[in-house]
């Protein structure tokens, strides 16, 4: 088994050589650790501080089920959701201000759908305020051991100021193994049920790889995709913590490499312990956000298994070339990435079938059953009421377009009628007059200055009196047959005397 893990580890060994020189080379935090005795069997960059993101949610729940076992609330005590939880961003169930839950289901809630709203509601519940919650996680971090954490939100949104390491958080996880055996069920439950709706768990390890039970994943832009992963095998617990990873599909083959890994190396008395790791030296977490979520690319999701499906170039992202290597011994460059060319196009087995855990709102499922229904009628009739507001708009609008269609097309019916009478009331234009009249007389030349359109329209109008009187005087052959038959007689007359 090992000689396999290690065969497909070393396949990195090349492309980590050449991150080697990279002068911005960061390490990512990887920790491998024997839950029983707290031994490390393999760390990198332990101690560096790292935004957790929702890995938050483990040490509110430690504090919760702290609450619990002091007898300061129980299991069954209602949280409200407040206008600020309900305004959280996603992940979120969407619950309305003034919804109730019991601090059981928002527990199951938040270690399956990692429910930043529901966070928010245990945070105020518990605490008074987020304020106040966040003063007591961080006095219990320091009481159970961790000392690179700091802590100011419930839920892990960004917050610039809420750091982690994975060294804590891996002493966070063999406390809550320690302190609560009996809510171990709360870290391995494959998916919820609310309502008709099943949501699965983010961990993209339950169902996939053998033996895998807990705990908790989370993903911001800053931070990557994080891990607090938990497996047993022959009575055996193993803790994996991975951080800083490009996406939830490396995340969870990493996690599943150590773990065999782990799996294989026995915690020999010479190996250190989580509280003998030293401090790191790095100042600050380092920001992910360009390397995780580039804008020319669709946003990263941390959605359970659809976020194991993911192949191809992305295994050669920015982010991968960016995380290097600690130190350049071949151990260290073996597991330093864990990624490039050794998980490009590997997935981990298809999920085995989902037994979703129901949950509900109010103090008991009937009130959750009935305080569904009413919300679903309500959604129905508010539905409804949307869209017949939205029938009757759409039929308002057709009505007044119909009727300015209307109106354009009366007020271009008037217009054409107005024109047409104008044009037949308009007189014409004098020069038209003139050119007319020209044309009638052919014997004037069109350039005689004297031939103005004054002087046109009473020569027209006179014309036609004086013809008829000047063509009688020119017409001679009409006086000859009345002197014809004078002329005649008088020469028959003058004959007649002769003879």
């Known amino acids: 088994m090992v000689k396999r893990v290690w065969g497909r580890l070393i396949g990195s060994l090349a492309a980590l050589g050449l991150m080697a020189g990279a002068a911005a080379a960061v390490t990512a935090p990887i920790l491998v650790v024997d839950a029983e005795s707290g031994k490390v ?142 809510q171990q069920a709360l870290f391995s439950i494959s998916a919820i049920q609310f309502g008709k709706s099943v949501m699965a768990n983010h961990n993209g390890l339950l169902g996939r790889y053998p033996g895998a039970d807990g705990m908790k994943t989370g993903f911001i832009c800053s931070g990557g995709f994080n891990v607090v992963a938990t497996a047993t095998r022959g009575g055996r617990r193993i803790i994996a913590v991975v951080m800083g990873q490009p996406s939830a599909r490396e995340r969870d083959i990493k996690a599943a490499d150590l773990f065999d890994y782990g799996f294989g190396q ?142 354009a097309r009366q007020a271009a019916s008037e217009k054409a009628a107005k024109a047409r009478a104008a044009a037949v009331t308009a007189p014409k234009p004098a020069a038209k007059t003139a050119a007319k009249d020209k044309g009638a007389d052919k014997g004037v030349p069109a350039a005689t200055s004297a031939y103005t359109s004054v002087e046109a329209a009473p020569k027209a109008a006179a014309k036609p009196a004086a013809k008829p009187a000047h063509k009688p005087a020119a017409k001679k052959p009409e006086t000859k047959p009345e002197a014809k038959p004078a002329a005649k007689k008088a020469d028959k007359k003058a004959k007649n005397d002769e003879s």
Not at 108 to 122: E, F, G, T
Not at 146 to 160: A, C, D, I, T, V
Not at 307 to 320: F, K, N, V
Not at 389 to 395: I, T, V
């Open 41 to 182: 069997l393999y760390s990198q960059g332990a101690t560096d501080p790292w935004y957790p993101a929702s890995i938050t949610k483990l040490m509110t729940t430690y504090v919760a089920l702290d609450m619990v076992r002091q007898g300061k609330v129980s299991l069954d005590t209602l949280l409200t959701v407040s206008p600020a939880a309900a305004a959280e961003p996603p992940s979120k169930m969407g619950f309305k201000p003034g919804t109730q839950i019991t601090l059981d289901n928002a527990l199951k809630i938040i270690m399956v759908k990692s429910a930043n709203d529901v966070s928010w509601a245990i945070g105020e519940g518990l605490g008074g305020s987020v304020e106040g919650f966040a003063d007591m996680m961080n006095e219990t971090a320091h009481r159970i051991g961790m000392r690179e954490s700091r802590w100011y939100n419930p839920n892990g949104l960004p917050e610039p100021r809420q750091w982690t390491s994975a060294r804590d958080m891996a002493i966070l996880a063999r406390a809550l193994m320690r302190d609560f055996p009996n």
């Open 266 to 407: 026995s915690a020999s008395w010479t190996a250190p312990t989580l509280e003998s790791l030293p401090p790191s030296n790095v100042a600050a977490p380092p920001d992910m956000r360009p390397y995780i979520c580039d804008k020319r690319k669709p946003m990263p999701v941390d959605e359970g298994p659809g976020a194991l499906t993911a192949s191809g170039p992305g295994a050669d992202s920015a982010t991968t070339q960016l995380l290097g290597s600690a130190t350049p011994d071949a151990t260290n460059l073996a597991f330093a990435a864990l990624g490039n060319a050794n998980v490009r196009g590997r997935t981990l087995p298809p999920r085995g079938p989902l037994q979703p855990i129901p949950v509900w709102i109010g103090s008991s499922p009937t009130e959750g059953a009935m305080a569904l229904a009413r919300e679903e009628q309500e959604a129905q009739a508010a539905k409804q009421a949307a869209k017949q507001a939205a029938l009757e708009a759409a039929q308002r609008k057709r009505a007044e377009a119909k009727a300015a269609k209307d109106a």
